[in-house]
């Protein structure tokens, strides 16, 4: 079965700082990877999903940008923040069958 | 945008009641899937319901899927108060690598 693994589990970063998140994956190969953000209390959002190295696919706008560096691997970035980054940042992976797999998540809070 | 809109938002029950959440959704879809959220974790797969499926069980979860309606029930029997938390409705957009969330109902349950 697959794992993703995320880290930092929280961020506190000041406004204007980067970002670096990374998500991993083990137990499978060649997956579909998924970054969400969640606002207190609310939804999730999709803000990138990527089929491969090197490739990726915005959501939707904003001062964010990802990376697949590696295939299990899944980075995502700021240049500098905003006090509207701040959220609950999940990484998520499709099984070949089934529900997808999360990551336990990164609550970052840009002060 | 959201293709998962759950019902209602917010719902507190005691201990041996049952929790119904419902969940609508807009476009065609293959599959409608169940999440959970305990309070600031990772989201863990409950059930998936097929487009061809009506109803389907697991454990104390009964869902349900009504495409004509474009809607799904969750269905929790004997609440327990380790059930306290948010579920989520979702479903992978037609076509795309994508999997849409609902905005969610944050289940409480009282002992």
């Known amino acids: 079965s697959q794992t993703i693994h995320q880290w930092p589990a929280t961020l506190v970063q000041p406004v204007g700082s980067p970002l670096s998140l990374e998500c991993t994956v083990e137990?499978?190969?060649?997956?579909?990877l998924y970054w969400y953000r969640q606002a207190a209390g609310r939804g999730l959002q999709l803000l990138f999903y990527?089929?491969?190295?090197?490739?990726i696919s915005s959501e939707v706008p904003q001062n964010l940008s990802a990376s697949r560096p590696q295939d299990r691997q899944f980075i995502l970035s700021s240049k500098k923040l905003l006090l509207s980054d701040s959220g609950f940042y999940l990484c998520?992976?499709?099984?070949?069958?089934?529900?997808?797999?999360f990551g336990s998540g990164t609550r970052l809070t840009v002060v | 945008s959201q293709q998962g809109e759950e019902d209602p938002q917010a719902l507190s029950i005691q201990e041996g009641e049952n929790a119904t959440m419902n969940c609508s959704y807009k476009?065609?879809?293959?599959?409608l899937q169940w999440y959970r959220q305990n309070s600031g974790r990772g989201l863990v797969h409950l059930i998936l319901?097929?487009?061809?499926?009506r109803e389907k069980h697991s454990g104390r979860l009964r869902v349900t899927l009504d495409t004509s309606k474009k809607s799904s029930s969750l269905l929790i029997t004997a609440s327990r108060a380790a059930d306290t938390a948010s579920y989520f409705c979702?479903?992978?957009?037609?076509?795309?690598?994508?999997?849409?969330f609902g905005a969610g109902t944050r289940l409480a349950v009282h002992p």
């Open positions: 998520a992976c499709p099984p070949p069958t089934g529900g997808y797999t």
């Open positions: 137990g499978t190969s060649n997956p579909n």
């Open positions: 990527s089929v491969g190295i090197g490739q």
């Open positions: 476009t065609s879809i293959n599959n």
């Open positions: 319901i097929r487009s061809n499926e």
């Open positions: 979702a479903t992978p957009l037609a076509g795309y690598n994508k999997l849409i």
